[in-house]
């Protein structure tokens, strides 16, 4: 048995092989790969059979799970820095990819028909209107997203006022428990990803050779630039509004930077992320206790940057041209898709498949997004760790909550 054990392939590791044989399998055999689309398609399908209903109760979950004494300030100025930093993510996002053009250089099957469909442009008050749903149910049958996240807030919202009040959290419980079983079956489906993905990316391979490696370093690129430049702006205005020294913070950030690159999980990461808030940044307890489990599910900056990168990613693959006000759509759309991010390997692949049924761009787009998907979220979980301690900082110092003899290795305190 410990043979067995030390020998096991890891998914992620599995994943990667997936990713090359499946790029030089397609390169070698030609369009004959196309013969493999369909075993990559039910993998697909069987993502999205689960997809709604894991954003809708990961969404509702996180903003009805409130005990109530959390309510007040720490929660608005929580929110407001959540919101202020997703949504410079998402723009600079925008940025990057008009200028680096990451999808630009491959060619998708059948593109040329998607591009002829576009994007259909609708006035800014239908699209508005089409946010709020008429039927909850329908909206889920369809698909659309946005309508069952409108939902899932309110739902949300109003759950949690009813436990707070009645003191039965019968319903929170049930709403959680959903989405521990909806995350259990991706799990599930993701233990044949590598499967789904190497017959993904052959078929794509196969039409489009070795041109393939070019977008994915490109759009890899895009995302470590992104970080830099995030980190570039938001350490000085943190530091800056807690009146603390810069100098300090990159010791300070250095363990949980390690876990959330090596691990890319913000769940997995929250434990240390916590601890150090208390422990390094002077961030009292309560202050960490709040700010880090929202920070986890809410604030999503690299996870939005990616995203909004991904839609230019297969736009431009496909040859479609996105108008400023279809580039907003993208802002807005990835900002709204932060907050049912999954905490399971491979669970921006749901978030790349609904994106793309949303833009109507065919779901063979996210195939090379999905093989690189472990490489995008080492950048994407960096910046959205990182940059909730930062959210929590400027809380406690907002609160009067932040120690700054800790934070100058002045005092020790535990967690």
């Known amino acids: 048995m410990e043979t067995k054990k030390r020998f096991k392939i890891s998914l ?52 009805g799970s409130g005990d109530g004494q959390d309510v007040g300030k720490m929660g608005f100025h929580t929110f407001k820095w959540i919101i202020i930093f997703t949504i410079i993510s998402a723009g600079l996002g925008v940025i990057l990819s008009m200028v680096m053009k990451p999808g630009v250089g491959i060619d998708i099957s059948q593109a040329a028909g998607v591009a002829k469909q576009s994007v259909k442009s609708a006035s800014l008050q239908d699209t508005i209107l089409n946010f709020v749903p008429t039927n909850v149910v329908q909206s889920m049958a369809e698909g659309a997203m946005v309508p069952c996240i409108v939902f899932a807030l309110f739902f949300g919202v109003a759950m949690g006022s009813y436990a707070r009040q009645s003191g039965n959290r019968t319903v929170v419980d049930w709403i959680n428990g959903i989405n521990g079983t909806i995350t259990a079956i991706i799990k599930i489906v993701m233990k044949v990803a590598p499967i789904g993905i190497f017959c ?125 006000y279809q580039m907003g759509m993208a802002i807005l759309l990835s900002c709204l898709m932060c907050l049912g991010t999954i905490s399971v390997p491979g669970g921006s692949v749901i978030v790349y498949t609904f994106l793309a049924s949303s833009l109507g761009l065919p779901l063979e787009s996210i195939a090379i997004l999905i093989g690189i998907d472990w490489f995008a979220g080492m950048f994407r979980t960096l910046m959205n760790v990182d940059v909730d301690v930062m959210v929590g900082m400027l809380v406690a110092s907002k609160l009067g909550e932040l120690d700054h003899d800790v934070f100058d290795d002045k005092k020790v305190v535990t967690y």
């Open 12 to 63: 992620t590791t599995q994943i990667l092989i997936a990713t090359v044989a499946g790029i030089v399998f397609g390169s070698l055999v030609g369009p004959w790969a196309a013969n493999l689309a369909f075993i990559g398609n039910i993998f697909l399908r069987l993502i999205q059979m689960s997809v709604v209903l894991l954003v809708m109760t990961a969404v509702a979950g996180a903003v």
């Open 200 to 324: 993904l990316l052959a078929n794509v391979a196969g039409s489009t050779g070795f041109k393939v490696i070019i977008p994915m370093l490109k759009f890899l690129l895009l995302l470590l630039i992104g970080d830099a430049i995030q980190f570039l702006l938001y350490t000085p205005l943190t530091g800056f509004l807690t009146k603390t020294r810069l100098s300090r913070m990159p010791k300070k950030f250095a363990k949980m930077s390690i876990m959330a690159v090596t691990t890319t999980s913000g769940a997995i990461c929250l434990p240390t992320k916590i601890e150090d808030e208390v422990t390094k940044f002077g961030v009292s307890r309560k202050v960490a206790d709040f700010t880090g489990p929202i920070t986890m599910a809410m604030n999503s900056c690299g996870a939005a940057q990616c995203y909004v990168a991904a839609i230019f990613f297969m736009a431009q693959s496909l040859h479609i041209n996105l108008s400023a």
